[in-house]
């Protein structure tokens, strides 16, 4: 092998850093670094001597206080005798509860939004951008309000008769019962209940646990068989029927776990002057639920829109002419490619939808807002500490919605070969 003297790298020196490529980015992202450290130290340096002068400490020992207030709505057991820390574990969950609901339900009303948009039916399609339209361009704080004074004005209180018959009326075949102070719907019970597992204050129930293994168990079964599937679609070229066989091993398991704890929906019954027998959702949950579908899934339908256009129609084409149906056409070639262009934005919507939730304080709904930025701040005085907790568990709550919907993108984007 022969050496040349010119091509070896000279020697380091300190001037390479600023004059040569290959330090230079380094030397730049360094400084950057530091110059960055140095802003964060002077500011957290500030905030300090400033809350110094006050007469206030960075702490956060009032978290193990007593709150002394009430949630009306809650998904762990709480009193008012509890700390600040649980209240805002309660909130907490306020926040995701609302968040996790609303993504569902945003989701299904922006995709068949955002189909029917598309529809060659005139009045469907000019329906569905009226929808759109009105509400992507008017803010959510708004409509939360609007959608509030309906449910305050409109609906009768649970305690109205007019003559003998009460004004508060059951709606979608006698199971809801909407009024100005709460929803009433229809609770779960069980004739069978097979008991609860108890962790301290909360409880839950076998059954619930049964029926998530069952469905952990179908969903690693469905998987089996559809890699079975493509196997055989990969030697032989025709892939194998095996829907009847996914929707069984989801709904058997489901039938017979429904027949054997003998689960049954009970309707609430006006008793009185209240509903009783079903659940009570507090109408600040509600309006704060319907705003935040509606004022999302229209933005969600404009993106579920863009990425079907996205997809040229001669792919359609190509697969009519190779013989495909099309549902087939549909689920096979078009959805495949839209859904790597309506995933990323539809990303950005979920974020959005989870920290608007915030504005839950606007109808008095008690979540992370209400709970740890509101009323533990007002009572506590501690504003600092818990600005920045809240601006933690969002941050990371975030992050975690982030992650989680990119590895799905990541399992459903086209794969180049």
Avoid at 147 to 163: C, D, K, T, W
Wanted: hydrophobic letters at 50%.
């Amino acid at each position: 092998m022969v050496s040349y003297p010119g091509a070896e790298s000279p020697p380091f020196r300190l001037s390479m850093l600023i004059y040569d490529r290959r330090y230079r980015s380094l030397t730049l992202q360094a400084v950057v670094f530091i110059l960055a450290m140095l802003a964060a130290s002077w500011f957290i340096n500030n905030t300090l001597q400033n809350l110094a002068a006050l007469g206030k400490t960075l702490s956060f020992d009032f978290l193990f206080r007593r709150a002394g207030y009430d949630i009306p709505q809650q998904l762990i057991p709480y009193n008012s005798d509890d700390t600040h820390l649980r209240a805002a574990v309660v909130g907490l969950l306020n926040t995701l509860l609302v968040s996790f609901l609303g993504c569902i339900t945003a989701t299904i009303l922006g995709v068949l939004a955002g189909v029917l948009r598309l529809s060659s039916n005139w009045l469907i399609a000019r329906l569905m951008t009226v929808y759109v339209e009105i509400f992507r361009n008017i803010p959510l704080l708004l409509w939360i309000l609007l959608i509030l004074a309906i449910f305050s004005e409109v609906l009768p209180p649970p305690n109205a008769y007019r003559g003998d018959t009460p004004e508060a009326g059951m709606i979608l075949f006698e199971t809801i019962a909407p009024t100005n102070r709460y929803t009433a719907i229809p609770s779960l019970g069980m004739t069978n209940s097979p008991g609860t597992l108890t962790f301290g204050r909360i409880g839950i129930s076998w059954a619930f646990i049964t029926y998530a293994v069952a469905f952990v168990a179908a969903v690693l079964a469905h998987r089996l068989i559809r890699a079975r599937a493509q196997r055989v679609q990969d030697r032989t070229g025709i892939r194998p029927v095996t829907w009847w066989i996914s929707l069984s091993i989801y709904l058997l398991p489901l039938l017979f776990l429904t027949w054997y704890f003998g689960l049954h929906l009970v309707p609430p019954a006006l008793r009185g002057f209240n509903f009783a027998d079903g659940i009570n959702l507090d109408n600040s949950f509600v309006v704060l639920w319907l705003a935040l579908t509606l004022y999302t899934g229209a933005f969600i339908a404009e993106i579920t829109r863009a990425g079907i256009l996205a997809v040229s129609k001669g792919q359609s084409e190509a697969a009519f002419a190779l013989g495909l149906r099309p549902r087939r056409t549909m689920s096979l070639v078009v959805l495949p490619q839209a859904l790597r262009v309506i995933v990323p934005p539809l990303i950005s919507q979920y974020l959005n939808l989870t920290k608007n939730s915030s504005l839950a304080i606007a109808v008095g709904y008690m979540d992370l807002r209400g709970t740890l930025g509101g009323t533990t701040l007002n009572q506590t005085g501690r504003e600092m500490e818990c600005m920045v907790l809240m601006m933690a568990v969002y941050l990371v709550l975030c992050l975690g919605i982030s992650s989680g919907m990119n590895l799905f993108n990541s399992g459903v984007r086209l794969k180049e070969r």
